[in-house]
């Protein structure tokens, strides 16, 4: 079974930053694409950044490129998300999800796991 655990969340100003977390556990993390989402109240769960097995490629949603990074270290099985500049429309419910394949893009049904999300809030 595999579970994903996300940490890091919180409240921040408007300009600030945080880092989260997700630990992987229960499969080959190095085989397996990873992603981040978020999901607003009242909003759809929407895509923000996914990165290949490897690590040498990631994508972006164009509403956070240029300001969040997602990267992985697999010898941890632990995937990052770098959120700088934050904004007050960046609050959220942040979940993690593993990818059914060893690349997996923007779509949810191209991941099969997923955590149980970390709460960042960010202040005006």
């Known amino acids: 079974q595999v579970q994903l655990v996300e940490s890091g969340g919180g409240l921040v100003q408007a300009g600030g930053s945080l880092r989260l977390s997700c630990a992987a556990s229960?499969?080959?993390?190095?085989?397996?694409?990873m992603g981040w989402f978020r999901q607003a109240p009242g909003k759809e769960r929407e895509f923000v950044a996914a990165i290949n097995w490897g690590g040498g490629n990631t994508y972006y949603a164009d509403s956070v490129k240029g300001r969040f990074t997602i990267s992985r270290d697999n010898a941890k099985n632990t995937v990052y998300l770098q959120m700088n500049s934050l904004k007050p429309e960046d609050t959220a419910v942040y979940y993690c999800a593993s990818g059914l394949a060893g690349w997996a893009g923007r779509s949810r049904s191209e991941y099969d796991y997923w955590g149980q999300g970390t709460q960042v809030t960010v202040s005006s």
């Open positions: 229960g499969r080959a993390f190095s085989s397996y694409a």
